[in-house]
């Protein structure tokens, strides 16, 4: 089935450094890929997302490009902050039924920026 | 609006015992799913419901994990009985269509239920 693969962590960087967390994916067809992020107590909340190749997300700051060529969507931000502390997961879709999809996540990875 | 609610927000019980998850959905949101993630590793799909009806639920681990969406609203994820390996937070995401692919159907997640056998 299609997976992800992104860096181990944790990561730490002081705040205005430049973030880079890979992912690389494995998938039949043209998933789409998403990143997630959990701050410390919550939910996982959509990051930001892009639905097929040369496609660019962006949000708060954060942007990942879809390459197929590399078949990566790694996460960047050029100067973080205290408050990006948090889990951020690589995710893409997957078909799992006749009419269904669902998520496949990789394991995650812990960014703490200090001040 | 309210977002996807789940119940209890920690659960620490012991090998053998029985516990139930409750997720309540975003209002309307006919497709609901069930992810857990055990320490250190993937969060990983368990199941998909469709209004009451299981769409998929080729992630549940063995048949002690049992799920419910009496009525289509809200879902439980009972676990009987409790083994040490089922420790992890599990979480709960609504949907207002289906597939996460899909444009304009992001799935929304709950805060998660961290779940602790001892």
């Known amino acids: 089935g299609n997976s992800v693969t992104q860096m181990e962590g944790p990561v730490t960087l002081s705040e205005e450094a430049f973030l880079t967390i890979n992912c690389t994916y494995t998938?039949?067809?043209?998933?789409?890929l998403f990143w997630y992020v959990q701050y410390p107590g919550e939910g996982l909340q959509l990051l930001l997302k892009?639905?097929?190749?040369?496609d660019k997300g962006s949000n708060k700051g954060f942007e990942a490009t879809y390459r197929k060529e590399t078949t990566s969507f790694h996460l960047e931000k050029g100067s973080v902050q205290v408050s990006d502390s948090a889990v951020y997961f690589c995710?893409?879709?997957?078909?799992?039924?006749?009419?269904?999809?669902?998520?496949?996540f990789g394991k995650g990875t812990s960014l703490l920026v200090t001040p | 609006e309210a977002g996807v609610t789940q119940f209890p927000s920690h659960s620490v019980i012991e090998k053998g015992q029985t516990v139930t998850l409750r997720c309540d959905p975003i209002?309307?949101?006919?497709?609901l799913y069930w992810y857990r993630r055990v320490m250190g590793k993937e969060i990983k799909f368990l199941l998909h419901?469709?209004?009451?009806?299981?769409?998929?639920e080729s992630g549940m681990p063995n048949n002690r994990f049992l799920a419910e969406r009496t009525g289509g609203t809200y879902s439980t994820l009972k676990v009987q009985p409790a083994e040490l390996e089922d420790s992890g937070v599990y979480f709960c995401?609504?949907?207002?269509?289906?597939?996460?692919?899909?444009?304009?159907?992001?799935?929304?997640f709950g805060n998660g239920t961290r779940l602790t056998v001892t």
């Open positions: 995401a609504s949907s207002h269509k289906e597939g996460p692919g899909q444009n304009n159907s992001p799935l929304h």
């Open positions: 998938a039949t067809g043209y998933p789409s």
């Open positions: 892009a639905t097929k190749a040369d």
């Open positions: 995710a893409l879709s997957d078909h799992i039924s006749n009419s269904g999809y669902a998520l496949n």
């Open positions: 209002s309307g949101h006919d497709n």
């Open positions: 419901f469709v209004k009451e009806s299981k769409q998929d």
